[in-house]
Structure formats: C-alpha cells, structure tokens
C-alpha cells in the first residue's frame, strides 16, 4: 500500500531564517507531486506541482521554491521566511495522468514564522 | 480559471441527510469532479469522484447534472462524527494541473 510522509509535523521558525520541509512517498513509483497551504481557516492554495523528477511548476509567485531530486521526494524550501509564510502545508501525490484528481494527503506541517 | 462554489456553511443534525451542492462552469471535458472532507489538523481525505450522472460509494454518493456545471454530494444518515470541511475539486480547462479548490463548506453536525 501507498504511504507518504512529512516533516516535521510542527515547526516555529523565526522571520529571515531558512526553511527546508520534506515529503515522501512509498509504494509507489513516478506520482504527481504537490506542495499545498492552507492558512489558518481559509481552503488550500496550491504552491507547487510536479509530474517527474526535476520537473516543477509553480502556481504562486513567493519566496518558497521546491525540489524533486527523486521520484518519490519533494522539497520545499525557503532562504528567508516571511510571516506570511506561516500555514499549515500539505504534501500530496496522485497517479500520473488522466485529468483524475485523486489526492493523497500527508499528515501535513504546521509552520509559525515569529 | 476555473472557479467553484460552495456554501460557506451548513448545519444538520445526526441521522439527517445532507447534501452539499458545488457549482463548477469552466469545469473541463475531460476532467472529473472530486469531493474531499478535512478535519482540523489533517490533510483532507478522498471521499468520492465522478464525472457524469451518479457515483455512489460506502460512504456518499454524488450526483452531477448532464451539463456538469455542478454536483453535489450527498451524506446519508450523518453522525457527529461527519462535522468537518467539505472540498470540491474540478480541473481547469487551460491547464491540465490548474487545480482549483473550493473555498470548502464547513458541515457541523448537532446531535
């Protein structure tokens, strides 16, 4: 069966410092993959997504950028936090293709830049 | 891009039935129609997903008109258990990886 991870599960982070969070999938091989946040109340915002290793597209213009440097992992990163970029984010993966979007979620990181 | 619809809120109470509608007009031909649930700190959870006419599943069915501008997810026999924010998702017809959430209905559930 498929699994994904994330961590850290929560993370306070002060204004200016850099982030790095990490998601990985088990049991399965090249899922699309997508960085979410959801701040506090509000619905998702989709960040990132990617379809192959290597391979990223972003929806939202900010400070955060994203990796894939394996099939089954995905990065987000930051140099310097924002407040703003306090929120809950959630990785997610689906199967490659076919205009389905049948979403996996991560138990998700609960981001506090102070 | 596309935009979807939904009501801010809703209450119900446990044994009722629910249903929940979603308004989607750019959704693309190709494209299905997905629902998720949410709970406070978790990532949401796949509830169901259809294209056309009816989907139903252990847990809700969902309706979608001929025209697939909307759908609506219906929850039978709801318990206390069922309070949670409520998701649809559609695709985009400019972009296959173009996803466009709802705002989300926040369903609470009195007993």
């Known amino acids: 069966s498929q699994t994904i991870h994330q961590w850290p599960a929560t993370l306070v982070q002060p204004v200016g410092s850099p982030l790095s969070l990490e998601c990985t999938v088990e049991?399965?091989?090249?899922?699309?993959l997508y960085w979410y946040r959801q701040a506090a109340g509000r619905g998702l915002q989709l960040l990132f997504y990617?379809?192959?290793?290597?391979?990223i597209s972003s929806e939202v213009p900010q400070n955060l950028s994203a990796s894939r440097p394996q099939d089954r992992q995905f990065i987000l990163s930051s140099k310097k936090l924002l407040l703003s970029d306090s929120g809950f984010y959630l990785c997610?993966?689906?199967?490659?293709?076919?205009?389905?979007?049948?979403?996996?979620f991560g138990p998700g990181t609960r981001l506090t830049v102070t | 891009l596309a935009k979807t619809t939904q009501p801010i809120s809703m209450d119900s109470y446990e044994g009722q039935e629910v249903n929940i509608t979603c308004s989607h007009n750019n959704i693309a031909t190709n494209d299905y129609i997905t629902w998720y649930q949410q709970f406070p700190s978790q990532g949401p959870r796949f509830i169901i997903q259809?294209?056309?006419?009816?989907v139903t599943n252990e847990v809700a069915s969902l309706f979608i008109p001929a025209d697939r501008k909307s759908s609506t997810l219906s929850l039978p026999r709801v318990s206390l258990s069922d309070t949670a924010v409520y998701y649809c998702?559609?695709?985009?017809?400019?972009?296959?990886?173009?996803?466009?959430w709802g705002a989300g209905t926040k369903l609470i559930i009195k007993p």
């Open positions: 049991g399965t091989s090249n899922p699309n």
């Open positions: 259809g294209y056309k006419t009816k």
């Open positions: 998702l559609v695709g985009d017809e400019d972009s296959n990886y173009q996803l466009i």
């Open positions: 990617s379809v192959g290793i290597g391979q």
């Open positions: 997610a993966w689906s199967v490659n293709g076919g205009g389905s979007y049948e979403q996996y």
